[in-house]
């Protein structure tokens, strides 16, 4: 079939939506270009690799510098062991006399 057969015998080859019939042009002539994501029009949403790659190497850059200066690490060091036993845990069911010594002392 040629391109324009595809359009002239659609009815005899039962292809009746018109995207079917694009696909048909685009990947079974003898001059198809095989884009079939273009031919149902996928071509652009399909298209964000070169985005994707930009915000995948921004995130690695990101990624390599520290999230807080070292500077502010000590200072949360030092103020963690200075108020950290002042924090009490407070949970929402009481605890089991077994669970109960393995709290005491715990980072949490």
């Known amino acids: 079939l040629t391109y324009n057969g595809f359009v002239e015998y659609a009815p005899q080859l039962h292809l009746y939506d018109p995207g079917t019939i694009i696909m048909a042009q685009t990947c079974l002539t003898p001059n198809a270009t095989g884009d079939l994501a273009g ?7 399909l298209h964000f690799h070169a985005n994707f790659t930009a915000q995948h190497d921004l995130l690695g850059a ?3 510098s520290p999230v ?3 500077v502010q690490l000590e200072e ?3 103020l963690t ?3 950290g036993g002042l924090l009490q845990l407070r949970p929402t ?3 089991t006399p077994s669970g109960a010594p393995r709290m005491v002392g715990s980072s949490l």
Do not use: C, H, T
């Open 39 to 45: 031919a149902i029009g996928l071509d652009v949403a």
């Open 62 to 64: 990101q990624y390599d």
């Open 68 to 70: 807080v200066s070292e």
């Open 76 to 78: 949360l060091l030092m």
């Open 81 to 83: 062991s200075e108020f």
């Open 93 to 95: 069911l009481p605890l």
